[in-house]
């Protein structure tokens, strides 16, 4: 009988945001002013989990599509009108092309294998003009060093790229942008979808 691996995400669900908290990510509410929404736009946000980003976004745009592949993740978003949870994988997404205004993937891009398959199907599901947030940990010193070390040991092995790598990853599936810096533990790609 074969062993099936440990949903780590499904056992960590209900003390997820309360870790979140505890690790000293950085706040919400100055990510989302970087990403500028406005009342009209539709947002997707990939690997979001418990919706920690999405619900403070959907007071903020139209509607916010949480795409997650556990759902014991999703189970756990606040309920809103405009939020939605769908199960599904960044390499393969469930939309039509040129489908959301706005893209965030926040502390999830290293859990995603094929990142590159991830920042193409990104880069479909944008609109022309519509703008792409990643926000990820930089492992190059020794907090994200600590953070890499506890999520090769009691999540996945997780892959992170260095600030320059995202930059040429995202670049290299046609978003134009750049990478800055948002706390002591994380830096951010912005940038937007060129127009035709």
Excluded at 33 to 50: F, N, S, Y
Excluded at 100 to 129: N, Q, Y
Excluded at 137 to 149: E, H, I, K, S
Excluded at 162 to 190: C, H, I, K, V
Aim: hydrophobic letters at 50%; one cysteine or more.
């Amino acid at each position: 009988m074969s062993h099936m691996p440990t949903d780590w995400f499904a056992v960590y669900a209900p003390i997820y945001d309360a870790f979140v908290g505890l690790a000293g990510v950085a706040p919400v509410a100055p990510l989302l002013e970087l990403a500028a929404l406005r009342a009209h736009e539709t947002v997707l946000d990939i690997g979001g989990g418990t919706g920690r980003v999405a619900s403070a976004a959907a007071g903020l745009c139209r509607e916010v599509v949480v795409l997650d592949p556990c759902r014991a993740m999703l189970e756990r978003m606040p309920a809103r009108a405009n939020l939605r949870a769908v199960a599904g994988r960044a390499q393969e997404l469930p939309f039509e092309t040129n489908r959301f205004d706005v893209v965030l993937c926040v502390d999830a891009l290293h859990h995603i294998k094929d990142a590159s398959a991830a920042a193409t199907e990104m880069h479909r599901v944008l609109r022309p003009g519509g703008r792409i947030l990643v926000q990820e940990f930089d492992v190059r010193g020794l907090p994200g060093r600590t953070v890499q070390a506890f999520e090769w040991l009691f999540v996945d092995r997780s892959r992170f790229l260095d600030p320059m790598a995202l930059e040429a990853l995202l670049q290299g599936a046609g978003f134009q942008g750049n990478t800055r810096r948002r706390s002591w533990l994380e830096y951010a790609f912005l940038g937007q979808k060129a127009a035709p």
